[in-house]
């Protein structure tokens, strides 16, 4: 090629990028000038919602309006608010304020997804990385527990268990900045389970620096660490249940219009009454057997057999967590329960209309 022809290549290259970075600008400009008369239109509709079931609320309780009518009008504006935000349309409803938790880590970055199907990866990451860890959950801590019984002679080494707790701070601050991440992009995740893991970085970082007490008498010393290792082994199962069983249920209710697609499975949320009886059971031993082992922590701390502050400090925080667990699990029976019976008594007229 001569040297006059790359010349004139090279200049119409760049007359050609001007002119399609002013074709790009001119589209954009176009899009932001539709878009905010219908950010405007959706947020109305949001807002006559939220002002119907308001109003719908005030004559059932002044007994103005049929009971089984207003729980028809009631799903009515339901499935018409999942509408809203399960599509396209909540990218222009307002989300979430991030909170200072994603602006320590990622700095003032807007982390909401502007198109659904963005949303909708998000929330399957999650998932993915729910399944995974759940498996690690329940394989690390009994891997410990063999090896203690079978090669190390009932005294689990430092180096081992500070790993798994450095895990444990790797895990919980994932799942803290993946929900909140959700929360801003429309889920429906309780605050509790983001601050319940927040305790739980709280304690890995701290347990990173309590001295594991070997020979003599490791037994007695290391009763914490080892009802600990016991307790995440629970934990575990717990989380394969709710990720296998929980998840099939969500997908139903929200095929319904009963759940939003951003929503996830935590907790008991979203069991129906046969995985309810099993998987119960477990989750309140599992906050029980949470607040013995914080129990155990401090009366270790308080006899003097380890009483450096670290083991006061985790001792607090497990008893802390197990109660707010069990709270917010009597909490989600209670509404269960309050729906169930609705649904009764609207059944009931019907049959009796």
Request: include cysteine; glycine fraction near 6%.
């Amino acid at each position: 090629m001569e040297e006059s022809s790359i010349e004139e290549s090279v200049a119409s290259v760049i007359e050609e990028a001007k002119e399609v970075q002013e074709a790009v600008s001119a589209h954009i400009s176009k899009v932001s000038s539709h878009e905010e008369p219908l950010r405007q239109r959706v947020r109305l509709v949001d807002s006559r919602i939220h002002s119907l079931r308001s109003s719908l609320d005030s004559l059932l309780s002044n007994k103005l309006i049929a009971p089984s009518l207003a729980d028809k009008l009631d799903e009515d504006l339901q499935r018409a608010r999942c509408i809203i935000v399960d599509g396209e349309a909540s990218s222009l409803l307002p989300g979430h304020a991030q909170g200072s938790f994603l602006r320590m880590f990622l700095g003032p970055i807007n982390v909401r997804a502007s198109k659904k199907d963005v949303q909708l990866k998000v929330k399957e990451e999650y998932n993915s990385y729910r399944d995974r860890t759940a498996l690690l959950f329940l394989l690390f801590p009994s891997t410990l527990l063999i090896l203690r019984s079978w090669v190390w002679a009932g005294c689990l080494p430092a180096f081992p268990v500070q790993m798994y707790q450095a895990w444990l701070l790797f895990l919980y601050t994932g799942l803290a900045l993946r929900e909140n991440i959700l929360r801003v992009n429309g889920s429906d995740i309780r605050p509790w389970w983001i601050y319940h893991h927040y305790c739980a970085m709280i304690m890995a970082l701290v347990s990173l620096t309590w001295e594991i007490k070997g020979q003599p008498d490791c037994s007695k010393k290391q009763r914490g660490v080892q009802l600990f290792l016991q307790w995440a082994m629970m934990q575990g199962v717990a989380m394969l249940l709710q990720n296998r069983y929980q998840r099939q249920r969500l997908y139903t209710r929200i095929a319904l219009g009963k759940a939003k697609r951003m929503d996830v499975v935590w907790g008991e949320t979203a069991g129906v009454d046969g995985q309810l009886w099993l998987l119960c059971p477990i989750l309140f031993t599992l906050q029980g057997f949470e607040a013995y082992v914080g129990l155990l922590l401090l009366r270790t701390a308080v006899v003097g057999v380890v009483s450096e502050w670290q083991v006061i400090f985790c001792g607090v925080l497990l008893v802390l967590m197990a109660v707010g667990n069990f709270a917010n699990t009597v909490q989600t029976l209670m509404a269960k329960s309050r729906f169930k019976a609705k649904m009764r008594r609207t059944k009931s007229k019907q049959r009796l209309n």
